[in-house]
């Protein structure tokens, strides 16, 4: 019986059938098994300031390993400490523009969301394996729903205890940053209150408002609590704030997160910090623009939530070159790309956590890898011309597509 089964499959059904056996029954690595050889191109991060690239030499190593092919578009890693050189020792290919990488790859590993000149370099049913947001853009979205390119989000790869495995390092790196780029702006030549927050003997330290306790918010706390700050954290999830009060410090206390707490804690706090997420879908608008004529002036706001359109209403995106910008007498600092101002740290971070499913997909296919591993499917946020990620179809109002 068993041996009419193997010989009645066509050979990728086959290997289909034995890698379900493996991983189910033997809790089997299913990349260590290949029916696919892919071309992988790591182009040269475009967006304002970026300098964190795809893929290091170390991951360009184990794709080669794998007998794929890696192009790497010249320059691409040398914002983070990775050399031409250091590619092609790995075994990659160097590629002089953007337009070669892309033409010529069957996927594409970046960090950041396309910009609008890449939008027309994207091929149909070719991978592209970022971190996109949709939600945030609506000209991005028809823009890959356009290209009928497999786009595959790091930011909604889900784990089944519902953790974010490609998200978790760069919000680990924002929360940190968030705290030391906060203290920055409290400073009174940036416009800031003039607070440290730390304090000194005789003086009191300075207070932080976190919104959120997730992976952000604890970061942020703790680096805030660090400094000697008095941090409260705010969530609606009580079991988060436990976990919070269990592992932080007295001097970071928490509270549940609604509008009329929100509202009288700004009125005292120095620096605030958006750590909201909703997966795949748009931050709420926890700040209103009235709220802040209540912030005492030279209040600093940190919008990490930027990405997802922000939990702030007065929210917009800004770069690393024009950071703040003030609205009533308060700061906002709300950069789109926080963990590119240190890339070498980001980028090894990242690598060390998006390697295992680049060698599925290289090594099976999308749709093969996909298929056995659950995490990365619901990675899959627009395939071959349709929307199939449903908080991301709900908040452009269409009906997501089932593949």
Request: aromatic letters at 8%.
């Amino acid at each position: 019986m068993l041996k009419s089964i193997y010989f009645d499959l066509s050979p990728l059904l086959f290997v289909d059938y034995l890698c379900y056996n493996l991983i189910f029954l033997f809790n089997f690595d299913p990349s260590t098994i290949k029916n696919n050889i892919m071309t992988v191109g790591i182009p040269k991060e475009i967006k304002n300031n970026e300098s964190r690239v795809g893929m290091t030499p170390a991951g360009v190593f184990e794709l080669v390993k794998n007998n794929h092919t890696v192009y790497v578009q010249s320059g691409a890693g040398e914002g983070s400490g990775f050399f031409n050189q250091d590619y092609q020792q790995a075994g990659a290919t160097i590629l002089d523009t953007i337009g070669q990488v892309y033409a010529m790859s069957d996927m594409i590993v970046k960090v950041k969301e396309p910009i609008a000149e890449e939008y027309n370099l994207i091929q149909e049913g070719q991978i592209v394996f970022t971190y996109f947001h949709f939600a945030s853009s609506e000209a991005l979205t028809k823009a890959m729903i356009k290209s009928k390119a497999i786009c595959i989000a790091y930011e909604t790869v889900e784990d089944e205890d519902g953790t974010l495995p490609l998200l978790t390092p760069m919000s680990e790196v924002a929360g940190r940053m968030a705290i030391q780029q906060g203290a920055k702006y409290l400073e009174k030549p940036v416009k800031g209150k003039g607070v440290l927050l730390g304090g000194v003997p005789g003086v009191s330290p300075g207070r932080v408002l976190v919104l959120g306790a997730g992976t952000v918010g604890i970061q942020a706390a703790k680096m805030a609590a660090g400094l000697g700050a008095q941090v409260t954290i705010l969530d609606v999830n009580m079991k988060r704030l436990r976990y919070v009060n269990d592992i932080m410090p007295s001097h970071v206390v928490t509270g549940f997160s609604n509008e009329f707490n929100i509202r009288n804690h700004i009125k005292t706090n120095d620096l605030i910090i958006g750590g909201v997420l909703l997966k795949g879908a748009k931050a709420p608008n926890l700040i209103t623009r009235d709220m802040l004529k209540d912030m005492h002036p030279g209040t600093v706001i940190v919008d990490v939530a930027v990405d997802q359109g922000g939990c702030v209403e007065t929210t917009k995106p800004t770069t690393h070159e024009d950071p703040i910008y003030i609205i009533d007498d308060v700061v906002h600092y709300c950069v789109a790309n926080m963990p590119g101002a240190v890339p070498y740290t980001s980028t090894v971070a990242l690598t060390n956590v998006t390697l295992p499913y680049v060698l599925k997909l290289a090594n099976l296919g999308w749709r093969s890898a996909c298929k056995l591993d659950r995490s990365l499917e619901k990675g899959l946020n627009v395939v071959e011309g349709e929307i199939v990620y449903k908080e991301i179809a709900e908040t452009f109002q269409l009906e997501p597509v089932l593949v």
